[in-house]
């Protein structure tokens, strides 16, 4: 081989080396390839505590297929909602790490001494582990990391869904009543009787009237707590109207207060007042009398 052969090899062997250089599968991230971002087994999760950075949390537990919130007198907490983000969270998969560094974690804010949010998951006492969620790097993407793992993620997440605000964990529903039969006030008294709802005075309930009314129990949506410096306050307001009402579920009384040019609920089966929209309040207390009586003024 002349001098000028040699060096066209050596040439095509350096080409070679280039090419395999760029080319060769990264291992690093081939040691990520078959770990999950959190294999946790989300049916046995039956605690969940979500932090933020000004540690502030939200503390939830799960009874029996039940969500509550164990420091607002075991309120029912939003087992959609909670459910919902645990499947997000435990089922992600098909994304690759794209950082693993300590460097990495202070810059996405994944570290264990600085995030945005933490969750932490526990069964049965023992905690399972925890997810550091930080910057976001698109619309409904999060930057997150498993503490078990070096690998940090972009996963798709909703960051609102992880809110520590404990009033956003209230089930919004927990005051519906579904199957009335008995609805009793100061100003009418209905009761349902084969198939049929009577008044007590004989008449007959208006068909419109009546129906506006199972209807604002049946979809009775709260907006969270009253502030906790005007529960005393409002257990001494007058109530604007009081419901006295038997179902299939059992017997509750419903107290409905305004306030300041503000609207709540009490409802017997929960130690505190409830926010609620004017829309629902007025669908309670502006029932016509006469209307749902049955008789005519």
Not at 153 to 162: K, M, V
Request: hydrophobic residues 40%; charged residues 25%.
């Amino acid at each position: 081989m002349n001098r000028w052969g040699k060096a066209l090899l050596v040439l095509l062997l350096m080409q070679c080396a280039v090419v395999a250089a760029v080319f060769w599968p990264d291992t690093s991230q081939n040691r990520y390839e078959k770990q999950t971002f959190a294999p946790f087994p989300v049916n046995a999760i039956d605690e969940l505590r979500i932090g933020d950075e000004y540690d502030n949390e939200v503390v939830l537990k799960r009874l029996g297929d039940k969500w509550l919130l164990p420091n607002m007198e075991n309120l029912p907490a939003n087992t959609d909602k909670i459910e919902k983000l645990l499947q997000q969270i435990t089922t992600q998969s098909g994304n690759w790490p794209i950082a693993d560094s300590p460097a990495a974690r202070q810059r996405f804010q994944v570290a264990d001494y600085y995030y945005q949010k933490r969750l932490s998951l526990f069964s049965g006492g023992k905690k399972l582990g925890t997810i550091y969620l930080g910057t976001s790097p698109g619309y409904r993407k999060i930057h997150a990391r498993n503490d078990k793992q070096d690998a940090i993620y972009s996963i798709t997440l909703d960051p609102t869904g992880a809110t520590v605000v404990e009033n956003d964990w209230i089930d919004s529903r927990l005051l519906q009543v579904r199957a009335p039969l008995r609805i009793d006030t100061d100003l009418y008294n209905l009761y349902f009787e084969n198939g049929s709802w009577l008044s007590a005075t004989g008449g007959t309930p208006d068909v419109q009237e009546l129906e506006r009314l199972i209807s604002a129990l049946k979809n009775l949506q709260v907006e969270g707590l009253a502030d906790e410096d005007l529960q005393r306050e409002l257990s001494a307001t007058e109530a604007d109207l009081v419901l006295n009402i038997q179902s299939l579920a059992g017997d509750v009384t419903l107290k409905l207060v305004s306030l300041a040019g503000h609207h709540y609920i009490h409802s017997s089966e929960f130690p505190l007042f409830f926010k609620c929209s004017a829309y629902d309040f007025n669908q309670l207390t502006d029932v016509d009398a006469g209307l749902i009586s049955g008789e005519s003024f």
